[in-house]
């Protein structure tokens, strides 16, 4: 596991220093978490379609305000609405099933027991939905029309 874990930090620095700046305030755990969510949706695009090049800065940065566009956009819809906006991108998600294990893993409890609370669920969630954008190298669409 030590293996994967290197190559995935040579073969995706910026992906790495991505997760780790923005989870540097977050603590231990959390930027655990998100590292190890980020190896293993890095492991599943891989085994879903061989190598993935090497992600830039600049790609991470465009898919950041691509996932806060849509943050926005579900932060404006309310109750019934809400659900059924996001039922409607996760459906025109190019990667659904990656957001669906995030969101699982989401509701595990942490290694000591703890449950994560809802804000570091929704940064953690944020930052992946970012990887995810950018290791897919697929137009995020989700929440567009």
Same mark, same amino acid.
């Not at 465009?62 to 926005?72: F, G, H």
């Not at 809802?118 to 669409?141: H, P, Q």
């Given at each position: 596991?030590?293996?994967?874990?290197?190559?995935?930090?040579?073969?995706?620095?910026?992906?790495?220093?991505?997760?780790?700046?923005?989870?540097?305030?977050?603590?231990?755990?959390?930027?655990?978490?998100?590292?190890?969510?980020?190896?293993?949706?890095?492991?599943?695009?891989?085994?879903?379609?061989?190598?993935? +090049? !090497?992600?830039?800065? #600049?790609?991470?940065e465009?898919?950041?305000?691509?996932?806060? $566009?849509?943050? &926005?956009q579900m932060? %404006?819809?309310?109750?019934?609405?809400?659900?059924?906006?996001?039922? +409607? !991108?996760?459906?025109? #998600?190019?990667?659904?099933?990656?957001?669906?294990?995030?969101? $699982?893993?989401? &509701?595990?409890?942490? %290694?000591?027991?703890?449950?994560?609370?809802?804000?570091?669920?929704?940064?953690?969630?944020?930052?992946?939905?970012?990887?995810?954008?950018?290791?897919?190298?697929?137009?995020?669409?989700?929440?567009?029309?």
């Open positions: 596991m030590a293996e994967e874990f290197e190559r995935f930090f040579r073969e995706q620095p910026a992906v790495c220093d991505f997760v780790v700046e923005l989870t540097h305030d977050s603590g231990q755990q959390i930027q655990e978490m998100s590292l190890f969510l980020a190896y293993m949706i890095f492991k599943a695009v891989n085994l879903g379609g061989g190598h993935v +090049a !090497s992600i830039t800065r #600049d790609a991470l465009s898919a950041y305000r691509a996932s806060e $566009s849509w943050i &926005n932060s %404006e819809a309310e109750g019934s609405e809400l659900q059924a906006t996001l039922t +409607a !991108s996760f459906n025109k #998600d190019t990667e659904p099933y990656l957001l669906q294990y995030v969101i $699982s893993e989401l &509701n595990q409890p942490l %290694e000591d027991g703890r449950e994560l609370d809802d804000n570091g669920k929704g940064e953690v969630f944020f930052l992946l939905k970012t990887v995810i954008t950018s290791l897919s190298n697929k137009e995020n669409t989700i929440g567009f029309e």
